[in-house]
C-alpha cells in the first residue's frame, strides 16, 4: 500500500525465487519453457531468476555451497539446492484464500465430485495447521438436484426445453435455449444459454426454472456469442432502458441494496432513487408492493399506472364478493 | 546487469555461462577483470539476491546468528562496524530486510545462543519454514485448482494464485484449465479479510457500520467470532460490546476500515458456536407455518401460482392456497399483483392489504396534487 512499486517487485521476485528452487527439484529436467509457463513468468524472466539463484547458497559460498544445476539443452535440473528444498508455508491470506474457496466449492450445489473436494479441502487444512482454522461458514442456497440436473444438460451439448418464470413480466414461457454454461454468482444458481425466443444469450435462474426437457437436437449456440461478464453482478441495466425515480421512506431504503440503483440522492427524510427497470409493469408491482413508503416521482405514466392500479383493487374489495376475474387486465 | 556476469565469472572463475553458450537475450558476457576480489563484488549485489543468501544462511545454522554475525558472513551486509554512519545504515538495511521476510511469511525466530549474549540472535527452523508435504490425488488437485480460480476480488484473487505456486513448488501438478461445468463466482466485501484474522486472532475490533433505515453510519465495538456467507450475502457473527448481545453484521454495510484495538487472545468464541444458524436467525427467516386464500385473475399472477402449496379454478377466479409466516410481508407481496389478487382470507392479511392499499392511493393522491413533492 504505503510501500513503492520497486518493493513490491522485489519481495514478489523473492517469493518467486524461494519457490523456484524446490519446483525444479520436483521436476528434475524440467524444460525452462515449460516451467515458465507453469510459473507464469517469461522465459527470459526464468532464466535471469535461475542465474541469480546459481550465485546465492551457504556461508562459505565456495562452489560447493552455492546452489548448482545443470543444463541440458533447454532442460534444466538442479543438483544442488543449498538447503531451500520445500517452498515456504502458506500464508494467512493463502491459506484463507484457498481454504475458503474449497470450502465454498464443497457447498455449491450440483457439484458432483465433492468428495475430491472435501479430501483436498481437508488435506491444504492439515499443511496449513493452525492459520486453517479459518472462522469462516459457507451455506449456499440452492437445489441441488436442480443445478446437477442442468450441469448435465449443459454437458450433454443437446438443447433445452425449458419453462422459466419471468419476474420483470411476471409470466412463465416456454422456450427453447442452448445452454452454455451453468454459473454461481452471490449464492445463485443460473444457466446462461442463447434464447431461440429472444434471439439472444440470457441468464436464467435456475430457481426460477419450472421445468426442464432436454431435447434430441444438438445445442447451438451461435459462433459469435461470448459469456457474460459477471464479475460486476448479473443483472447490469442497459443505458436504454426506461428510468423511474421514487420518492424512498426510510423503511423501503434497503431496495438501493437489492438493485443497482443509476443515483440516489437524499431529500429530507426521505430518498430520492432513480434506477433502470426492464419493463414499467415491473416497476408497478415493486411499487405497489413496497408500500405507502415510496411513491413515484416520474414518470408520470408510472405513477399514473399505480393509482389506477390501486383505485381497481379497492373498488373490487369494497364489493362483497365480486369476482376479481371481473376486473379488467389492468394496467395494460 | 554487468555486475552479475561478473559475479559469475567470479563463481567458476574464467569459466563459462550455466547455458555455456546460450547467454541470456541481449545480454552480453563480461569477464571479470583482474584484480577484482568477490567482496568488492558483493557490494553490488541486488537486495533479492541478499535475501535469499540470508534466508539459506538463517535455515543452515543451529545457533541464533547475531546482526554483527551475519553481517560478517552474508554477502550484501558488508560495513565499516566502527563508522557511525555505516553502521546505522547497516541497520536500517538489516531491520528493512527482516521485516521484508516477515511479511513474506519466513518465520523469523528470535533468540540468545547462550545465557551469557546480551545480543539477540537469529534462525528460521526449517520444520517451520516448510510447507509440509501434501499429497493430493487427481482430482483433488483439480479441486484446487478451480478453488484458487474461485475470486473475483482482488486481494484473495493474489492470495489464491501466490498459494497455489507454493503447491506447484511443493511438486504438486496443478492444471490450471480443469473445469466443473459449474462456475462459482464470489466476490467478498472489503472488510472480509480484516475481520477474518481479527475473528482468528481473538481481537476487539472497531469499524463504523450503517444500515440503510439511518442515516449516518454508528461506530461499533465487537468481539469478533467469525464471519459467515449465507444466501450470497457475506456477514460477521460475534459479541456486541455497547449492546451487550451477540449480533450479526453484513459486511456490505460496513464503512470505512475495521480496526483492530487491544492484544489478540482477548476472548473466547462460545465453545458450540454456529456461525450459520445465528445468521440464519437473525435474518429472522420463519416456518410458512400460517396459509392465506386468496383469488387470481386466470392466467395472471404467474409468479404466487408458483409458490401457491394449492391451485384450483373457481366462478370468480383461481383460488391459490399460499403458505406464510408475516402477515405484513405477504401483503406486501400481495398489493404488488394488485387487482389481479384479492384475499379472501385470513382477515389479518385481508386487512392489511386493504390498509396498504389505502395509503398507497392517498400519497399517489397527494402527490399529483402537489406535483410530486410531498
Known amino acids: 500500500m504505503s510501500r513503492p512499486n520497486g518493493s513490491r517487485a522485489s519481495a514478489d521476485r523473492l517469493a518467486r525465487l524461494l519457490n523456484l528452487v524446490p519446483y525444479l527439484l520436483a521436476r528434475p529436467g524440467i524444460e525452462i519453457a515449460e516451467a515458465a509457463g507453469d510459473l507464469g513468468v517469461t522465459e527470459r524472466q526464468l532464466r535471469e531468476d535461475l542465474e541469480l539463484l546459481w550465485v546465492c547458497g551457504l556461508p562459505g559460498y565456495g562452489p560447493g555451497d552455492l546452489i548448482d544445476m545443470a543444463f541440458d539443452g533447454d532442460r534444466v535440473t538442479i543438483t544442488y539446492d543449498a538447503g531451500i528444498d520445500r517452498p515456504l508455508r502458506l500464508t494467512q491470506d493463502e491459506a484463507l484464500a484457498l481454504v475458503v474457496a474449497l470450502r465454498l466449492l464443497a457447498e455449491t450445489p450440483g457439484v458432483d465430485n465433492r468428495d475430491a473436494v472435501e479430501g483436498a479441502l481437508a488435506k491444504i487444512e492439515d499443511a496449513a495447521g493452525d492459520l486453517a482454522g479459518a472462522p469462516v461458514a459457507v451455506r449456499l442456497p440452492g437445489d441441488g438436484d436442480r443445478v446437477h440436473r442442468l450441469r448435465a444438460a449443459v454437458q450433454s451439448g443437446r438443447a433445452l426445453r425449458i419453462t422459466y418464470y419471468t419476474a420483470a413480466r411476471d409470466e412463465t414461457t416456454e422456450r427453447t435455449v442452448d445452454p452454455l454454461r451453468v454459473l454461481m454468482v452471490g449464492g445463485r444458481a443460473y444457466l446462461e444459454a442463447w434464447c431461440r425466443r429472444a434471439e439472444g444469450m440470457r441468464m436464467f435462474r435456475a430457481d426460477r426454472i419450472d421445468e426442464c426437457l432436454e431435447l434430441d437436437e444438438p445445442a447451438t449456440v451461435p459462433p459469435h456469442v461470448r459469456p457474460q461478464d459477471v464479475s460486476a453482478g448479473v443483472f447490469r441495466p442497459a443505458p436504454d432502458l426506461p428510468l423511474i425515480t421514487l420518492r424512498v421512506g426510510r423503511g423501503a431504503r434497503w431496495i438501493t441494496e437489492y438493485y443497482p440503483c443509476e443515483q440516489v440522492r437524499p431529500d429530507g427524510d426521505q430518498w430520492l432513487v432513480s434506477l433502470r427497470v426492464t419493463d414499467l409493469a415491473w416497476a408497478r408491482r415493486l411499487v405497489l408492493g413496497l408500500g405507502p413508503g415510496v411513491t413515484v416521482v416520474s414518470p408520470a405514466e408510472l405513477a399514473e399506472e399505480v393509482r389506477a392500479q390501486v383505485a381497481l383493487a379497492l373498488d373490487a374489495y369494497s364489493r362483497p364478493g365480486a369476482a376479481a376475474a371481473a376486473a379488467p387486465a389492468a394496467g395494460q | ?374
Open chain 2, 1 to 374: 546487469m554487468r555486475a552479475r556476469y561478473r559475479l559469475r565469472a567470479v563463481r567458476h572463475g574464467q569459466g563459462p555461462s550455466p547455458y555455456s553458450g546460450a547467454p541470456v537475450a541481449g545480454a552480453a558476457w563480461v569477464p571479470a577483470s583482474a584484480g577484482t576480489t568477490a567482496s568488492v563484488l558483493r557490494v553490488s549485489r541486488s537486495r533479492t539476491e541478499r535475501l535469499v543468501n540470508l534466508v539459506i544462511c538463517l535455515l543452515s545454522t543451529r545457533r541464533f546468528l547475531t546482526a554483527a554475525q551475519i553481517a560478517a558472513t552474508v554477502p550484501g551486509y558488508e560495513h565499516d562496524a566502527d563508522d557511525p554512519r555505516d553502521h546505522e545504515a547497516f541497520q536500517r538495511k538489516f531491520e528493512r530486510d527482516k521485516a521484508e521476510l516477515r511479511e513474506l511469511g519466513v518465520p523469523l525466530e528470535t533468540g540468545t545462543a547462550s545465557a551469557f549474549d546480551t545480543e539477540p540472535g537469529y534462525r528460521i527452523a526449517h520444520r517451520e519454514y516448510a510447507l509440509p508435504d501434501i499429497r493430493l490425488e487427481p482430482d483433488e488437485t483439480a479441486a484446487v485448482g478451480i478453488a484458487a480460480r474461485l475470486w473475483q476480488h482482488a486481494g484473495l484473487a493474489a492470495a489464491a494464485s501466490s498459494g497455489l505456486a507454493k503447491l506447484r513448488a511443493g511438486g504438486i501438478d496443478v492444471d490450471s484449465r480443469a473445469t466443473l461445468a459449474l462456475e462459482p463466482v464470489v466476490t467478498v466485501d472489503p472488510a472480509f479479510a480484516p475481520l477474518t484474522t481479527a475473528a482468528r486472532e481473538r481481537r476487539e475490533v472497531r469499524f463504523d457500520y450503517r444500515v440503510p433505515a439511518e442515516d449516518v453510519a454508528t461506530s461499533r465495538r465487537l468481539q469478533p467470532w467469525g464471519v459467515a456467507c449465507w444466501r450470497g450475502r457475506w456477514y460477521v457473527v460475534g459479541h456486541d460490546l455497547d449492546r451487550d448481545a451477540t449480533r450479526c453484521f453484513r459486511l456490505s454495510r460496513v464503512t470505512g476500515a475495521v480496526r483492530c484495538v487491544g492484544p489478540a487472545g482477548a476472548y473466547a468464541p462460545p465453545a458450540d458456536l454456529d456461525l450459520i444458524s445465528h445468521v440464519a436467525r437473525w435474518s429472522g427467516e420463519r416456518e410458512p407455518a400460517a396459509r392465506a386464500v386468496v383469488l387470481a385473475v386466470p392466467g395472471r399472477a404467474a409468479g404466487l401460482r408458483r409458490w401457491a402449496l394449492h391451485s384450483e379454478p373457481g366462478r370468480h377466479g383461481d383460488r391459490l392456497v399460499l403458505p406464510y409466516s408475516d402477515a405484513e410481508a405477504l401483503a406486501g407481496q400481495l398489493v404488488g399483483y394488485g387487482a389481479d389478487v384479492q384475499v379472501l382470507e385470513p382477515p389479518e392479511v385481508r386487512d392489511a392489504v386493504i390498509q396498504r392499499l389505502k395509503e398507497i392511493a392517498v400519497r399517489h393522491d397527494e402527490l399529483a396534487a402537489t406535483g410530486g413533492r410531498l
